[in-house]
């Protein structure tokens, strides 16, 4: 990080993006109500819906490198309902009621997204494309469509199998053999919602301090005291 500019370097949604300026680093003591560790989606997201929450917390963002310097601004921008890992081990490890209560909490958390998106007007590419689960190989097939039957046998709908044609006729491959779909998903550039996150934070009055890492946390007498770089 050079100090001017926040773009990530080799970042492919950055790559015809202009930079932003970066904001100063802490450079002396505070005092806060909420203090929130790194400037990705969760934290992002954590100050905005607090300050909305409650205007009155003071709200500082700490974050070690620029906004959107880890995973969140480097994903693939999916935006799907997908949790854990499979399904099938999902229901194994937390049974059946927890699976449809974290669907539910997935779909409910798309709906949130949209209409977060809808409200601020924030311009991110978001489209609601869908979702599709391609089987590539025979394995496959039965793989997927056992996994449909799973959703369905816990009663959560809003999946679909696709023939060869049916999917041909939307996405045309010889190795397609086959697809879940799940019309409810959608897609994003994930920098440009981190932005929006960023801005939506500070303009509800959450200070980010960038190229501030939190090297200690220490709790002292029911509060904490973080330590940073300078
Ligand atoms: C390759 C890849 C593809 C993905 N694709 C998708 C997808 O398509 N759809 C989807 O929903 N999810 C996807 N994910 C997951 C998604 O990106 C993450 O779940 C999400 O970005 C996590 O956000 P976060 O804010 O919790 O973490 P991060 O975005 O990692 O943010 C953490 C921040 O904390 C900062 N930090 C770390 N240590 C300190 C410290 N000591 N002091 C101060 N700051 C610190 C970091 O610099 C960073 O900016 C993908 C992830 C990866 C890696």
């Given at each position: 990080m050079n100090g001017s500019a926040g773009a990530i370097e080799g970042?492919?949604?950055?790559?015809?993006?202009?930079?932003?300026?970066?904001?100063?680093?802490l450079s002396g003591d505070i005092k806060v109500d909420v203090a929130v560790i790194g400037g990705g989606f969760t934290g992002l997201a954590a100050a905005y819906h607090l300050k909305v929450a409650d205007p009155g917390l003071e709200i500082a963002i700490l974050e070690a490198e620029t906004a959107g310097f880890g995973a969140s601004g480097r994903n693939a921008g999916f935006v799907m309902t997908l949790f854990g890992a499979s399904?099938?081990?999902?229901?194994?490890?937390?049974?059946?009621?927890?699976?449809?209560?974290?669907?539910?909490?997935?779909?409910?958390a798309i709906s949130a997204l949209e209409a977060m998106i809808g409200e601020?007007?924030?311009?991110?590419?978001?489209?609601?494309?869908?979702?599709l689960k391609i089987a590539t190989a025979p394995a496959y097939i039965s793989l997927i469509q056992d996994e449909i039957e799973l959703f369905q046998s816990l009663g959560i709908e809003g999946f679909e199998?696709?023939?060869?044609?049916?999917?041909?006729?939307?996405?045309?491959?010889p190795?397609?053999?086959?697809?879940s779909w799940e019309p409810g998903c959608g897609l994003l550039n994930p920098v440009k919602w981190l932005n929006a996150l960023r801005r939506l934070a500070c303009a509800n009055g959450a200070r980010l301090f960038e190229g501030t890492r939190v090297s200690e946390v220490q709790r002292e007498n029911g509060r904490y005291r973080l330590t940073c770089d300078h």
């Open positions: 970042c492919y949604w950055q790559a015809d993006r202009e930079t932003r300026e970066v904001s100063p680093a399904v099938s081990m999902m229901k194994a490890l937390h049974g059946k009621e927890r699976v449809r209560q974290a669907h539910q909490y997935m779909v409910s601020h007007a924030i311009d991110c590419d978001y489209e609601r494309t869908g979702f199998w696709l023939d060869r044609d049916q999917l041909a006729a939307r996405i045309r491959s190795v397609f053999l086959g697809a």
